[in-house]
């Protein structure tokens, strides 16, 4: 816009590109000098003479920091409307937009300050978005927040963490004994409003699919039956909730998260002693947890993933919103020593609790609970059959046990 002259005898921040930074030596083309740092996810990419930006996961070349900043952020938070992409992207640990600012301050030092709000050429207007969730790898300490009261749904994510991990008024009663649980009936998501820490924990929300948005899902899952079989027996072991973790492959080319290991947490939720080898307990599951679920008449327990989307950026303080993942499966060809010893430490330490399931009692009118058990991991159970005896003596331990 012109001051009264020619066009363009100033120069707006819309017109701030990296080619013009670069042009005038404020920047210099590198591979990886360029970062974003996205809700605990870290992208690099490669800056080009030319002013593009190349994405080293991938090889894309985008054309402006907003269009490389959104494409990452909606991979993490489909919800994400823009990317604030010079706010975002940093050169060598610096955000882009102070670069700018040094450019404005050196060739326009008269320029009129309203100028400074508008966005680079090629990018909407944005609104500013939170600080995002940084890690501290290249030696920038955070800046420090006012010590201003919170109000209490802006508490960090570790008081949330620890208001849902230890809510007012729960008594946690003697250590290592657990509290005997209530049946709980899922709820919807419409119903929860804004995060509320005086809300129970043991809350089950009603997962959602993704066609129900009106969005498809932004990732792909498959999963090995070995890994399925060794989580649906920890589960069929007690009648108290269970927990572990899922290992697995992303491939960025693909987004397809293959899980590939299962490692089943031999302890117990309420056990106050033992409660730090469990980082999370599994109070969010989208139904109520466990094989013997009385909505689920099969003898086949139902396996349901969820993905809880982050929510929108204008509504920060919402809860994430359970989505209901379609997963593919993945046949094995055998059953790995690993899944075999899991199997039987699981039993060596459920043997004799209080909660281990009776497996010589009737699940149904014709079917004890060990009959259950293996009707459901036959469709888990690879095709050959070379293992079948050490499963029959799993099985035989499981009667002892019992």
Same mark, same amino acid.
């Given at each position: 816009?012109?001051?009264?002259?020619?066009?363009?005898?100033?120069?707006?921040?819309?017109?701030?590109?990296?080619? %013009?930074?670069?042009?005038?030596?404020?920047?210099?083309?590198?591979?990886? %000098?360029?970062?974003?740092?996205?809700?605990?996810?870290? #992208?690099?990419?490669?800056?080009?003479? $030319?002013?593009?930006?190349?994405?080293?996961?991938?090889?894309?070349?985008?054309?402006?920091?907003?269009?490389?900043?959104?494409?990452?952020?909606?991979?993490?938070?489909?919800?994400?409307?823009?990317?604030?992409?010079?706010?975002?992207?940093?050169?060598?640990?610096?955000?882009?937009?102070?670069?700018?600012?040094?450019?404005?301050?050196?060739?326009?030092?008269?320029?009129?300050?309203?100028?400074?709000?508008?966005?680079?050429?090629?990018?909407?207007?944005?609104?500013?978005?939170?600080?995002?969730?940084? %890690?501290?790898?290249? &030696?920038?300490?955070?800046?420090?927040?006012?010590?201003?009261?919170?109000?209490?749904?802006?508490?960090?994510?570790?008081?949330?963490?620890?208001?849902?991990?230890?809510?007012?008024?729960?008594?946690?009663?003697?250590?290592?004994?657990?509290?005997?649980?209530?049946?709980?009936?899922?709820?919807?998501?419409?119903?929860? &409003?804004?995060?509320?820490?005086?809300?129970?924990?043991?809350?089950?929300?009603?997962?959602?699919?993704?066609?129900?948005?009106?969005?498809?899902?932004?990732?792909?899952?498959?999963?090995?039956?070995?890994?399925?079989?060794?989580?649906?027996?920890?589960?069929?072991?007690?009648?108290?909730?269970?927990?572990?973790?899922? /290992?697995?492959?992303?491939?960025?080319?693909?987004?397809?998260?293959? %899980?590939?290991?299962?490692?089943?947490?031999?302890?117990?939720? /309420?056990?106050?002693?033992?409660?730090?080898?469990?980082?999370?307990?599994?109070?969010?599951?989208?139904?109520?947890?466990?094989?013997?679920?009385? /909505?689920?008449?099969?003898?086949?327990?139902?396996?349901?993933? #969820?993905?809880?989307?982050?929510?929108?950026?204008?509504?920060?303080? $919402?809860?994430?919103?359970?989505?209901?993942?379609?997963?593919?499966?993945?046949?094995?060809?055998?059953?790995?020593? $690993?899944?075999?010893?899991?199997?039987?430490?699981?039993?060596?330490?459920?043997?004799?609790?209080?909660?281990?399931?009776?497996?010589?009692?009737?699940?149904?009118?014709?079917?004890?609970?060990?009959?259950?058990?293996? /009707?459901?991991?036959?469709?888990?159970?690879?095709?050959?059959?070379? #293992?079948?005896?050490?499963?029959?003596?799993?099985?035989?331990?499981?009667?002892?046990?019992?």
């Amino acid at each position: 816009k012109a001051a009264g002259g020619a066009r363009g005898a100033v120069l707006t921040r819309r017109g701030i590109t990296l080619r %013009v930074l670069l042009r005038d030596g404020l920047l210099e083309p590198a591979r990886g %000098v360029l970062s974003i740092y996205y809700l605990g996810k870290k #992208f690099v990419g490669d800056l080009g003479a $030319d002013g593009t930006i190349t994405w080293q996961e991938t090889g894309q070349v985008f054309n402006s920091p907003s269009a490389w900043a959104t494409h990452c952020k909606r991979l993490v938070n489909p919800a994400k409307k823009s990317g604030c992409g010079w706010a975002s992207v940093r050169y060598k640990g610096q955000k882009l937009d102070q670069y700018k600012a040094a450019w404005l301050r050196k060739h326009q030092p008269n320029a009129p300050p309203a100028e400074e709000s508008l966005a680079s050429e090629g990018e909407e207007e944005e609104m500013p978005e939170e600080e995002e969730e940084e %890690v501290t790898r290249e &030696g920038r300490a955070p800046v420090p927040e006012p010590a201003a009261p919170k109000k209490p749904e802006e508490k960090s994510k570790k008081q949330q963490c620890k208001s849902l991990a230890e809510p007012a008024g729960t008594d946690h009663g003697p250590p290592g004994k657990r509290l005997e649980s209530k049946p709980r009936v899922p709820v919807r998501y419409c119903t929860l &409003g804004t995060r509320d820490s005086a809300r129970s924990p043991q809350t089950l929300v009603e997962v959602t699919s993704f066609a129900a948005i009106n969005k498809f899902q932004p990732f792909n899952v498959a999963i090995s039956s070995n890994v399925l079989l060794l989580l649906d027996f920890h589960s069929h072991l007690t009648r108290s909730e269970v927990v572990g973790y899922l /290992g697995g492959r992303w491939d960025t080319n693909t987004q397809l998260l293959t %899980v590939l290991r299962a490692f089943p947490c031999r302890t117990r939720l /309420g056990d106050a002693e033992a409660a730090g080898a469990v980082e999370e307990e599994p109070h969010l599951s989208p139904h109520p947890p466990g094989p013997y679920y009385h /909505g689920n008449p099969s003898v086949e327990s139902k396996i349901a993933p #969820f993905w809880v989307m982050p929510p929108p950026e204008q509504r920060p303080n $919402d809860y994430g919103i359970p989505m209901d993942v379609e997963v593919a499966y993945i046949q094995d060809g055998f059953l790995t020593n $690993d899944v075999l010893q899991e199997m039987t430490l699981l039993v060596e330490f459920y043997k004799g609790a209080p909660d281990l399931v009776k497996f010589q009692e009737l699940w149904s009118q014709d079917q004890t609970y060990l009959d259950k058990l293996k /009707g459901s991991l036959a469709s888990r159970t690879p095709k050959d059959q070379s #293992f079948t005896h050490i499963l029959e003596q799993i099985y035989s331990l499981l009667k002892l046990s019992s």
